[in-house]
T-cell receptor, first 114, second 115 residues
Framework: DGGITQSPKYLFRKEGQNVTLSCEQN?????MYWYRQDPGQGLRLIYY???????QKGDIAEGYSVSREKKESFPLTVTSAQKNPTAFYLC?????????????FGEGSWLTVV | AQSVTQLDSHVSVSEGTPVLLRCNYS??????LFWYVQHPNKGLQLLLK??????LVKGINGFEAEFKKSETSFHLTKPSAHMSDAAEYFC?????????????FGTGTLLAVQP
């Protein structure tokens, strides 16, 4: 099946640890995104990548890092510098088209700091 | 800068009655607009999108939305609510008319459907 796969679905992190959330897509999309969702705040953009080996900071990039070594993969690392990492993380991908881009989302990953 | 405002954080309707979820946007460009739906603990699913073609856009599950430039609105409607429509709905505008592929999300409207 074509789509976006995020793993793990649930992750617990101890204080001071780095953790990595996986995102893989088989839609052959050029662009990939990471969003963070907190209750009542909608989605906020962490990082995005429009092409392999290139990525840009979004609105809340501090405390996060990404890589884009392959077209289909865009992992997100939540570092110990992120002060409040407990949230729902959503990965998305999309393709430039002339009539406006549509992006598609994975099922999300819950990260909880313990 | 582009922005989007969802006018109601919660909407409650009875099953079989119409649904109206309101969205206003601000954009310097000709915008692309989207509605997404999110069920609990799930990702977002695209309901419909407007990209400067027909102003009345039909989506999945009987939903539709009308782009009104004069009112800067893109309200989502459905003639008859079903229990399975209970979810959170996000209105989204594409920044720079889609050129950068960055989406600006509203804060969401939680739709409750009463039996």
């Amino acid at each position: 099946d074509g789509g976006i796969t995020q793993s793990p679905k649930y992750l617990f992190r101890k204080e001071g640890q780095n953790v990595t959330l996986s995102c893989e897509q088989n839609l052959n999309h050029d662009a990939m995104y990471w969003y963070r969702q907190d209750p009542g705040q909608g989605l906020r953009l962490i990082y995005y990548s429009q092409i392999v080996n290139d990525f840009q900071k979004g609105d809340i990039a501090e405390g996060y890092s990404v890589s884009r070594e392959k077209k289909e993969s865009f992992p997100l690392t939540v570092t110990s510098a992120q002060k409040n990492p407990t949230a729902f993380y959503l990965c998305a991908s999309g393709q430039f088209i002339s009539s406006g881009n549509t992006i598609y989302f994975g099922e999300g990953s819950w990260l909880t700091v313990v | 800068a582009q922005s989007v405002t969802q006018l109601d954080s919660h909407v409650s309707v009875s099953e079989g009655t119409p649904v109206l979820l309101r969205c206003n946007y601000s954009s310097s460009y000709s915008p692309s607009l989207f509605w997404y739906v999110q069920h609990p603990n799930k990702g977002l699913q695209l309901l419909l999108k407007y990209t400067s073609a027909a102003t009345l856009v039909k989506g999945i599950n009987g939903f539709e939305a009308e782009f009104k430039k004069s009112e800067t609105s893109f309200h989502l409607t459905k003639p008859s609510a079903h229990m399975s429509d209970a979810a959170e709905y996000f209105c989204v505008v594409s920044e720079d008319g889609g050129a950068t592929n960055k989406l600006i999300f509203g804060t969401g409207t939680l739709l409750a459907v009463q039996p």
